[in-house]
């Protein structure tokens, strides 16, 4: 496994898969928090109800106690009607013997018609004797209640009873109530209240389904939408209902589970790209190292041969082993051609190394673009025809740009070099050169081994070296390319190239037009 492999897997172990397990076990921990969440909120809304209950049963009771105290001191009911004028929502105050019999019903107080009242109560409280009888046993047991009685009316009127013990004997007594009004007057500035401005609470009467009170007029509440509903104690056939202010109780499960996922995606989202941008730049490290060390290799290789051949020949020289004047030119020859051979590499590497420290400074001037291609190519025609190759020079009208003289030689040095190093059998270079919006342009085709379209990109890159196939074949220090991009570069100019393994190579360097 090599060094990138290792990375790759170190990051893979130390980061993402213990974020992914914790991401598996956060979302499947997801629906178990939704309904701890329903629990407490259920929990708390049980309280709601308990204190809003508990508190309609305290007025009642207390109402009960006064009707109490004021049929004992008072026979004609003066003093209770008085004071159940005050209570809006009582509609009349009556006792009746247990018996329910019409002769023993009497009125402390009625806003109805009277005679109406003594004719429908009876039958009501017959309707309901079952719970005179559930009362009678809870008063032998030492226990009052109130027990609500209803009638059979389209708009049904709600009787409280309770049963007291006085001189007369055991006899029904209760109070007839407006729901509406009990539930607006005396629960409401109690829900109110309780409330608190943090949940919406509201009153429906169950058997329409219509809200008698809310809380917060602003807020439409349905039976539906309510997170909890329960009964009011005193008044069965109504509900006290309770939803979330703005929304319901599943929605704002649903929308914190939605921003708990998004969040925790979104960090995994994160860490992932974290991951990739560490990996891509110690890739890049590890690569610039290996190619370094590949670098070193190649320059050592590159430099060894010539001084071999430098060494040996001038040994030869030395030591006079050669008879022939002719001979001894050859050798001399091959001994200059060597010495400039190092001299090339020295000098690219030299060159590279002032461009990345920021040391060289290129001098920008007016060139005709044509002219100078053409001078350079004629001093570089022998060099092209001694290595068997065919060059043709495509020349356009004249094109101004501003580009540095020794910069543009180096530039075209380094591709024609190219073009020869990487072509096989097809001997032949084209260059030719034109103008394109702003910038005139040099173009360098060859019909050599091309390059896959993966290494491409790379081949910019310093120290590069093709890993594979016949370019990585041919030995070099990995410099040239990098070089002419950084000098491009360093012109406002750009480099491209067009190539395809088998067909060629075509590189094209764009220069900014002179004004």
């Known amino acids: 496994?090599?060094?990138?492999?290792?990375?790759?897997?170190?990051?893979?172990?130390?980061?993402?898969?213990?974020?992914?397990f914790f991401s598996v076990y956060e979302i499947s921990s997801l629906n178990r928090d939704e309904e701890m969440i329903q629990d407490i909120y259920h929990r708390q809304l049980e309280t709601i109800l308990f204190s809003v209950n508990q508190y309609s049963d305290d007025v009642?009771?207390?109402?009960?106690?006064?009707?109490?105290?004021?049929?004992?001191?008072?026979?004609?009911?003066?003093?209770?009607?008085?004071?159940?004028?005050?209570q809006s929502s009582i509609q009349g105050i009556f006792?009746?013997?247990?018996?329910?019999?019409?002769?023993?019903?009497?009125?402390?107080?009625?806003?109805?018609?009277?005679?109406?009242?003594?004719?429908?109560?009876?039958?009501?409280?017959?309707?309901?004797?079952e719970k005179v009888t559930q009362l009678s046993k809870y008063l032998k047991s030492g226990f009052q209640k109130i027990q609500a009685f209803y009638g059979d009316g389209k708009e049904r009127s709600i009787v409280l009873g309770f049963l007291t013990v006085s001189p007369e004997g055991t006899r029904l007594a209760g109070l007839m109530i407006d729901p509406r009004k009990f539930v607006e007057d005396i629960l409401g500035p109690r829900l109110q209240l309780v409330g608190k401005d943090q949940v919406l609470l509201s009153i429906f009467d169950k058997s329409k389904g219509v809200s008698v009170y809310s809380s917060d007029d602003r807020e439409t509440a349905t039976l539906e939408q309510q997170a909890l509903t329960r009964e009011l104690w005193i008044l069965p056939d109504y509900v006290l209902g309770i939803?979330?202010?703005?929304?319901?109780?599943?929605?704002?499960?649903?929308?914190?589970?939605?921003?708990?996922?998004?969040?925790?995606?979104?960090?995994?989202?994160?860490?992932i790209i974290s991951v990739v941008f560490v990996f891509r730049n110690v890739k890049k490290e590890v690569q610039l190292a290996q190619n370094k060390s590949e670098f070193v290799a190649n320059v050592s290789h590159e430099?060894?041969?010539?001084?071999?051949?430098?060494?040996?020949?001038?040994?030869?020289?030395?030591?006079?082993?050669?008879?022939?004047?002719?001979?001894?030119?050859?050798?001399?020859?091959?001994?200059?051609?060597?010495?400039?051979r190092l001299t090339g590499i020295v000098n690219r590497i030299l060159n590279f190394s002032q461009i990345e420290a920021g040391k060289k400074e290129l001098h920008p001037d007016k060139l005709e673009l044509g002219k100078e291609i053409k001078a350079l190519l004629h001093s570089y025609d022998y060099h092209l025809r001694s290595k068997g190759?065919?060059?043709?020079?495509?020349?356009?009208?004249?094109?101004?740009?501003?580009?540095?003289?020794?910069?543009?030689?180096?530039?075209?040095?380094?591709?024609?070099?190219?073009?020869?190093?990487?072509?096989?059998?097809?001997?032949?270079?084209?260059?030719?050169?034109?103008?394109?919006?702003?910038?005139?342009?040099?173009a360098v085709q060859d019909e050599g081994v091309g390059i896959r379209?993966?290494?491409?990109?790379?081949?910019?890159?310093?120290?590069?070296?093709?890993?594979?196939?016949?370019?990585a074949k041919?030995?070099?220090?990995?410099?040239?390319?990098?070089?002419?991009?950084?000098?491009?570069?360093?012109?406002?100019?750009?480099?491209?190239?067009?190539?395809?393994?088998?067909?060629?190579?075509?590189?094209?360097?764009?220069?900014?037009?002179a004004h």
């Open 389 to 442: 190759f065919v060059y043709e020079w495509v020349e356009a009208e004249p094109i101004i740009v501003n580009a540095d003289k020794e910069a543009l030689a180096e530039i075209m040095v380094n591709l024609i070099d190219n073009a020869i190093k990487y072509s096989s059998d097809q001997k032949r270079i084209v260059i030719r050169c034109g103008q394109s919006g702003e910038q005139g342009w040099v």
């Open 95 to 129: 006792s009746i013997d247990t018996t329910l019999s019409e002769n023993t019903l009497k009125l402390g107080y009625s806003i109805v018609n009277t005679d109406s009242v003594l004719k429908a109560l009876p039958a009501m409280l017959k309707q309901n004797g």
């Open 303 to 340: 430099i060894r041969t010539p001084l071999a051949l430098i060494s040996m020949f001038a040994e030869t020289l030395e030591m006079n082993r050669l008879k022939s004047e002719e001979k001894r030119n050859e050798y001399y020859a091959i001994i200059s051609k060597e010495a400039q």
């Open 474 to 513: 041919v030995k070099g220090t990995g410099l040239g390319l990098a070089l002419v991009r950084q000098l491009i570069e360093q012109m406002d100019g750009r480099i491209t190239v067009d190539s395809a393994v088998g067909k060629g190579s075509t590189f094209t360097v764009y220069l900014p037009l």
């Open 243 to 271: 939803q979330t202010k703005g929304a319901t109780l599943s929605q704002l499960v649903k929308e914190r589970t939605r921003n708990n996922l998004l969040l925790l995606l979104g960090l995994d989202a994160v860490l």
């Open 1 to 20: 496994m090599n060094a990138i492999r290792k990375i790759a897997v170190l990051l893979i172990a130390a980061f993402l898969l213990p974020a992914l």
């Open 453 to 471: 379209s993966e290494d491409q990109r790379h081949i910019f890159d310093k120290f590069y070296r093709v890993p594979s196939g016949n370019l």
């Open 60 to 86: 009642l009771g207390s109402w009960k106690s006064r009707i109490e105290t004021d049929q004992a001191l008072s026979a004609n009911g003066a003093s209770l009607a008085s004071w159940a004028t005050l």
